[in-house]
């Protein structure tokens, strides 16, 4: 091997290390995001924006504004009920035996 060998072989793996570092990078901070996130439909702004161009009437407007809180609301409960039904650390000990 020459040296001009080993400079290239040595650039094409400080690079192959960038580039899964940069990989890694991307994947970490995918999964570090809430799972819940919004989903792909319509938000509230979005609404609002269609409404105030005109292109939703207000009856359709409320009735879709309704249906997008009437489901934060129940995911909210939803989410509520499985925070209170998880059983804390201290009730999941086993209880002690006596002996």
Request: hydrophobic letters at 40%; charged letters at 25%; proline letters at 6%.
């Amino acid at each position: 091997m020459t040296q001009g060998d080993i400079i290239t072989w040595s650039l094409v793996l400080i690079g192959l290390i960038l580039v899964g570092f940069v990989a890694a990078s991307v994947v970490k901070r995918r999964l570090s995001q809430p799972q819940n996130a919004p989903s792909a439909g319509f938000t509230l702004s979005d609404l609002r924006a269609l409404h105030k161009s005109g292109q939703m009437t207000d009856a359709e407007f409320e009735r879709a504004k309704e249906a997008i809180v009437g489901a934060a609301r129940r995911d909210a409960e939803r989410d509520l009920k499985e925070r209170h039904n998880r059983p804390s650390p201290a009730r999941s000990r086993p209880p002690q035996q006596q002996g």
